[in-house]
């Protein structure tokens, strides 16, 4: 997890001579500089995108500019038209229950109440594929879907780069 | 006569905290609720941010070291993202993970810790990992023509881009690593694994113990600077 790195060197002043960066920022940096080249046409049957922002990542890491970074993919990805947005998002976004070690902690009952929210507002978009770039909200948003009824695939952001890679 | 109990009136942890987090704005509260308002975990175990901060200022000690909301509330920190007192609710809460005893702590959790601080948070011995990344790929350039030429490199010296992958594909998944390969290969990207401390994760950030977090941070990064990579990734 990208915090955990991130927050870790500068609370406990580790020594270190890298710079720590988002893979998502340099997805789209490499799309703007057209070292990656990417087609939405594949997506001819307007299959529907959302998002889910992680807590640690936005909120309390890299801020919006990442959120932003994160929706040029999608959309470079699925087509402008087929992106719908969550809302509230970005930094103002809702945890989907699945941070903090709740996955390992195995209150599952709980955890479940607690996506109840992730699940409404992802249920509201309509949307048939929802991205989710942490590990954490990538389960619990697969969780929440099969638990409440839901329909959309739960899925990685770099499947649909591959799908839409131009080489 | 019925004694009364006058340890709430002490309120150790409140002391404790004022002390030890002297910036948490603890004593700033309006008891406004927009914290609980817009918190997912509202209602859960009886618990939200708000009441949390009056337990805590009321000296309901034994209450907060023993709900279980400790390990529901994500600290996701919408709670101080939303508090016009800039209120430090998920640090208390994190406090509190770390102040209670490692045997009363979700075995689960713990454990994942505990692996973490060997060098992943599953257990797979790291040969496992340079073996199933060298599986992966030799099964890419069998079955893709189009990708004969895909690398997944380790331990390479001087690359620009040091990886970390989450252990959840190599142990489970690891078919997913190869969309990440395949990205970073497309895009002429200098890259590498390492064989040891590859695992992106960092479990002991949830367990509440401070000093497994550093180590495991400090483990990564010297990794890194060892291997002379300029830039960090995961795959986040």
Redesign the interface.
Known sequence: MLFATLEGLKRFKIPHDFEVVSIISLYAKWIREGRLKLDPSWNTEGLKFTVQDPCKLVRQSLGDPVADDLRFVIKQVCGEENFIDVWPNKSNNYCCGGGGGAIQAGFTENRMKHGRMKFEQLHTTGADVVITPCHNCHTQVKDICKYYGGKWQTTHLWNWIVKALVR | MTEIDLSPLRAELKKHFLKSMPNSNLEYCLTCGLCAS?C??S???GMDPRKFIRYLVLGQDDLLKNT?WL????????CE?ACPMGIHVGRFVYELKGMKPKELR????Q??CELQKEGNSTGVPNADFVWVVGDILEEVHANEP?WADLKAPMDKVGAQF?L?Q?A?EPTVEPE?MV??W??LH????DWTYSSKWWD????????GD?KD??Y???M??ET??AL?????????
């Open positions: 817009g997912p975990a209602d859960i175990e279980n390990y529901t509330c994500s600290i996701c920190q919408r993202y979700p075995k689960n959790l454990k994942s189009e040091y970390n989450n959840k997913e969309f990440l395949k990205i497309a895009a002429g990207i992106g994760a960092n479990y002991c950030l949830f367990s401070p977090w550093e495991v941070t400090r990564q990064a890194v600077d002379g990579c300029p830039t960090y990734i995961n795959t986040e």
